[in-house]
């Protein structure tokens, strides 16, 4: 085995991880359903599902060489791991809040004495920390939410991402400690094998990362038209512009385009007299 690469084993993360992982082309085999291990890349890669909050720490102590898991476990596990591509899913923040109720406006108006429930201790310690405040610090391993409503604490800091569970739990935002996305990190001494076969998969990553959010358009155009259709499709070095054989006043188009701006473009090709528009997705794209 060549590279051992960890991924979630559970939820959202470990879903988008093997979406991502498939997309570059690495397709797993073995026990995919019960989520423990799979090997692919004709056994080049080893994949081990664990639990994401592990991760960052079986990166550094060899346990595997890589993995892919959020920014804010690898920064609260305090580990030396090195971040090789932000994956761009799992976006989340790690955030200080309050009862609605509780009069605090900004994190640095919680007193000292002040208990905080959390599953980041040593992001809000050193949070807390920065900003000269003695917090109590209650640590829970889930279900930060409730305990306020419980008595057991006054604040919390917990991960949010639409929201919506704050506000289920009457809580108010006070301020932002982290950003967070996935990223796939790895082992900072990595050599021989397997440090090529992470620049591999570096390199793979990289380029499914590249196409999100882009689209592949091809049209058939009237010629006169290139002129005017190249100010509003620059492509990625202007649209490839192919003859149609039989018809030479007409040229097909090829170009790379934010998938925001389809809309727009679909609508003056045809103005232009575009014909046979297909737009259609790109798995992976190498500049
Ligand atoms: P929200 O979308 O803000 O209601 O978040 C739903 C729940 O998912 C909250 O309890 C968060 O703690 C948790 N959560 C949101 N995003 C992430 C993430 N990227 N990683 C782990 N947990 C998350």
């Not at 829970?140 to 639409?162: R, Y």
């Not at 170009?255 to 045809?270: F, G, M, N, P, T």
């Amino acid at each position: 085995m060549t590279l051992r690469l960890a991924i979630p084993n559970k939820g959202r993360l470990s879903d988008d991880s093997v979406a991502l992982l498939r997309r570059a082309g690495i397709r797993l085999s073995g026990s995919t359903e019960r989520r423990l291990q799979a090997r692919a890349l004709g056994g080049r890669l080893q994949v081990l599902f664990l639990r994401a909050a592990d991760i960052p720490a079986f990166i550094a102590d060899g346990t595997v060489d890589a993995g892919i898991t959020g920014l804010d476990v690898a920064k609260e596990a305090g580990v030396d791991v090195t971040s090789h591509v932000d994956l761009g899913f799992g976006d989340c923040r790690l955030v200080v809040a309050v009862p609605n109720d509780h009069g605090a406006r900004q994190a640095s108006d919680l007193g000292d004495g002040t208990r905080i429930a959390t599953s980041f201790p040593a992001l809000t310690r050193a949070y807390f920390d920065g900003l000269g405040t003695k917090v109590r610090i209650h640590e829970v391993s889930g279900a930060c939410e409730i305990t306020p409503a419980l008595g057991v604490a006054d604040a919390i800091t917990d991960l949010t991402s639409s929201g919506s569970t704050l506000i289920q739990n009457h809580l108010r935002e006070l301020d932002t400690i982290l950003e967070s996305t996935c990223h796939l990190f790895a082992r900072p001494d990595l050599d021989g094998d397997a440090a090529l076969e992470l620049e591999r998969l570096v390199f793979a990553l990289e380029s499914v990362v590249h196409a999100r959010g882009k689209r592949y358009l091809l049209a058939d155009v009237p010629r006169d038209a290139l002129e005017a259709i190249r100010e509003f499709l620059p492509g990625l070095g202007g649209p490839t512009v192919v003859d149609i054989a039989g018809r030479p006043d007409w040229a097909a188009i090829q170009v790379v385009i934010d998938e925001s701006d389809v809309y727009d473009a679909v609508h003056r090709l045809k103005d232009l007299g575009g014909q046979g528009i297909l737009i259609v997705p790109i798995d992976r794209l190498v500049p």
